[in-house]
């Protein structure tokens, strides 16, 4: 049998986190297209609870609108979400020292960052 072998590091890194709240960074954020060909943001986020941290994908697009209006309020710019333009760069480098990052879990996906307040 042919496999990847594993460190400790990696193996800790990929175990799923359990619900919570976490402090959150956006680390990376680029407009795409979704497979399904529509508009979305992809971000990469940095989730961290007591000196824990793991860097997480989440995908905002407006055919979520609740997720997608969260992200928004959570870093500060629903007044762009209001006026219906936000882009990636409104989204990059966002900081919240706070509790508003919860973790969910997809079979498909592993775990995933969701952005909320």
Same mark, same amino acid.
């Given at each position: ?14 175990? @799923?986190? #359990? ?11 680029? &407009?795409?297209?979704? !497979?399904? +060909? ?24 407006? @055919?979520? #609108? ?11 710019? &629903?007044?762009?979400? !209001?006026? +219906? ?33």
């Amino acid at each position: 049998m042919q496999f990847q072998p594993r460190t400790e590091q990696e193996i800790e890194e990929r175990q @799923l986190l #359990p619900r919570g709240d976490y402090a959150f960074e956006i680390i990376e954020a680029t &407009e795409t297209t979704s !497979l399904a +060909g529509n508009a979305m943001i992809e971000l990469r986020v940095r989730i961290t609870k007591n000196g824990f941290a793991r860097i997480l994908p989440d995908y905002v697009l407006p @055919l979520r #609108p609740a997720k997608f209006r969260n992200c928004c309020v959570a870093c500060g710019v &629903e007044e762009k979400y !209001l006026n +219906g333009s936000v882009t990636d760069d409104d989204l990059l480098g966002k900081i919240h020292p706070g509790t508003v990052a919860v973790i969910v879990f997809s079979a498909a996906m592993g775990s995933t960052a969701e952005i909320s307040t």
